[in-house]
């Protein structure tokens, strides 16, 4: 009868901590998720945009144009370094109300 109190407790034991992990995970990664809702709301908000995925693949799109601008403008090459400049500018610009 005691062996059967024993591996009782075990297993409880081992519940517990299982069901504490889990518990652990769960809260990290719902304020995860909600930290990460959040910056979209926020940045979609003040840019005056909606919140989809397309919205957000154009967005980076534009910014990388206008990263490749910059790029390029500190290497020296002028020309195209106002080509991406523009054409960053013009997504964005098509994008952003």
């Known amino acids: 009868m ?3 109190g024993f591996f009782s407790w075990v297993g409880e034991t081992l519940g ?8 652990f995970l ?3 990664f719902a304020n995860l998720f ?13 840019l005056g945009i909606s919140p989809s995925v397309f919205s957000l ?7 990388l144009l206008l990263i490749n601008g910059v790029r ?3 290497r020296g090459g002028i020309i195209g370094g106002l ?4 054409l960053g500018l013009l997504v964005l610009s098509w ?3």
Do not use: C, H, Y
């Not at 517990?16 to 518990?23: D, H």
């Not at 809702?37 to 940045?43: A, N, P, V």
């Not at 080509?83 to 523009?86: N, Q």
């Open 57 to 63: 693949v154009i967005l980076v799109i534009g910014l």
């Open 95 to 97: 994008l952003i109300p």
């Open 83 to 86: 080509i991406w400049l523009v």
């Open 34 to 46: 909600g930290a990460m809702g959040g910056f979209i709301d926020g940045l979609t908000g003040s």
């Open 26 to 28: 769960a809260s990290i």
């Open 2 to 4: 005691q062996s059967d």
């Open 72 to 74: 390029a403008m500190l």
């Open 16 to 23: 517990n901590i299982i069901r504490a992990i889990v518990e």
